[in-house]
């Protein structure tokens, strides 16, 4: 695929972190644009590849990885997209839940967006940017079975955002972090934006 091409549809899927919280609402497309990682992808697409990607921002802050299939449903019967962008499971992870459920809550946004012809970038959670052990004991689970479970489909690759955005510890870098140690700031958007760039939607356009 090269230039030629003149739009490649993408959807970005998830939560508050898709959404571009806090700096950005998508829902009425106020604040600052460079708070959604979506910005940052669509920049670094254009640069080094030439490509104009129409990145759509679906992303609905406070929401659990279970309730989002109805709305990525919706979502996948308005438009097509050649890749979708699913983040999901922090807020899970903050009301108790475990891991195995959540992961497979995950796998049923990965196998409708696969269904319906589109290729899948799965993403892992990111760092929280303070010690609590037993959300970030679930974390790792969940995590780990993220990577495990991408290799089994077709048309799917997994960007570890864990690791893109944590420091020596584990944690939310303190360049990344927002403030609260939940969402990101501008730069930590920015190294979102351009990990899933490189090790998912470059990948699976290729």
Known sequence: MGKSEAVIRVLGFGDSLTAGTPG???LDHSGDEKSQYGYWLVRVASKERGLHIDFDN?????EL??????????????GSYRAVIILGGSNDIGWGGDSRTICTYVE???????DRGSRV???TVPPIGFEYPGLQETQARLNEMIRTSGKEY????????????????????PEFDSGDGL?????GY??????????GVKVLLE
Not at 58 to 62: D, I, S, Y
Not at 183 to 187: A, C, G, I, M, T
Not at 190 to 199: H, P, V
Request: charged residues 20%.
């Open 121 to 123: 970038v799965g993403c």
């Open 183 to 187: 969402h990101l700031s501008v730069e």
């Open 190 to 199: 920015k190294r979102m934006g351009e990990s899933i760039w490189q090790s």
């Open 65 to 78: 990885v279970r309730h989002m299939l109805p709305r990525l449903k919706k979502a996948m019967n308005i």
């Open 58 to 62: 679906q992303g609905e802050p406070g």
């Open 154 to 173: 077709d048309g799917l690759v997994v960007v570890d955002l864990f690791n893109s955005l944590s420091d020596e510890q584990g944690l939310l870098a």
């Open 24 to 26: 950005y609402d998508p």
């Open 108 to 114: 049923s946004l990965w196998e409708h967006a696969l």
